[in-house]
T-cell receptor, first 112, second 111 residues
Framework: KAGVTQTPRYLIKTRGQQVTLSCSPISGHRSVSWYQQTPGQGLQFLFEYFSETQRNKGNFPGRFSGRQFSNSRSEMNVSTLELGDSALYLC???????????FGPGTRLTVL | GQQVMQIPQYQHVQEGEDFTTYCNSSTTLSNIQWYKQRPGGHPVFLIQLVKSGEVKKQKRLTFQFGEAKKNSSLHITATQTTDVGTYFCTLPGDSWGKLQFGAGTQVVVTP
């Protein structure tokens, strides 16, 4: 079974630009979550999508958004990038309540 | 909201030694999960604990859930260089895919 895949793996942007990250969950997994990991704040929950609906959202500004498609693939978008958005963005999928989450390799975003 | 504290945040271990990392929650938990992230890698699921006082072993790793279901520990015996990484405990959120991560314990092993 293929794991969670994320594209691109690395990204360099400048302040003010926007970026779209993509995540393909494990086949059959309907829940896709996004996390931001930084040295200062650790791993923080961004949002979760389930059956194309945002089911939960973390404490991030509206510049962070996402969506999920009918095939469960998900994208997250960050608009008007700030230096502080530099981070590793991790996507995870799961197939049931209180089940383990399977993480992708992440997208390393650098904002200059 | 619920808060989670993991201690220590950093652990330097000599190969062959044992160590323990602790996770404490401000609220009673339905379950707790542990993940390991190798340097440059992504979190990988290790275990889930559900029952009060539960103890689970995975080779040299022993996981315990407190009687009050508010704390947990991970004990590693005879540490090896393959144990290097950051160990996170996570608290469940109000939906499948929402986990609250502790700050993690970064483990460095010297031969």
């Amino acid at each position: 079974k293929a794991g969670v895949t994320q594209t691109p793996r690395y990204l360099i942007k400048t302040r003010g630009q926007q970026v779209t990250l993509s995540c393909s969950p494990i086949s059959g997994h309907r829940s896709v979550s996004w996390y931001q990991q930084t040295p200062g704040q650790g791993l923080q929950f961004l949002f979760e999508y389930f059956s194309e609906t945002q089911r939960n959202k973390g404490n991030f500004p509206g510049r962070f958004s996402g969506r999920q498609f009918s095939n469960s693939r998900s994208e997250m978008n960050v608009s008007t990038l700030e230096l502080g958005d530099s981070a590793l963005y991790l996507c995870a999928s799961s197939n049931g309540p209180a089940n383990e989450q399977f993480f992708g390799p992440g997208t390393r975003l650098t904002v200059l | 909201g619920q808060q989670v504290m993991q201690i220590p945040q950093y652990q330097h271990v000599q190969e062959g030694e044992d160590f323990t990392t602790y996770c404490n929650s401000s609220t009673t938990l339905s379950n707790i999960q542990w993940y390991k992230q190798r340097p440059g890698g992504h979190p990988v699921f290790l275990i889930q604990l559900v029952k009060s006082g539960e103890v689970k072993k995975q080779k040299r790793l022993t996981f315990q859930f407190g009687e009050a279901k508010k704390n947990s520990s991970l004990h590693i015996t005879a540490t090896q260089t393959t144990d290097v990484g950051t160990y996170f405990c996570t608290l469940p959120g109000d939906s499948w895919g929402k986990l609250q991560f502790g700050a993690g314990t970064q483990v460095v092993v010297t031969p």
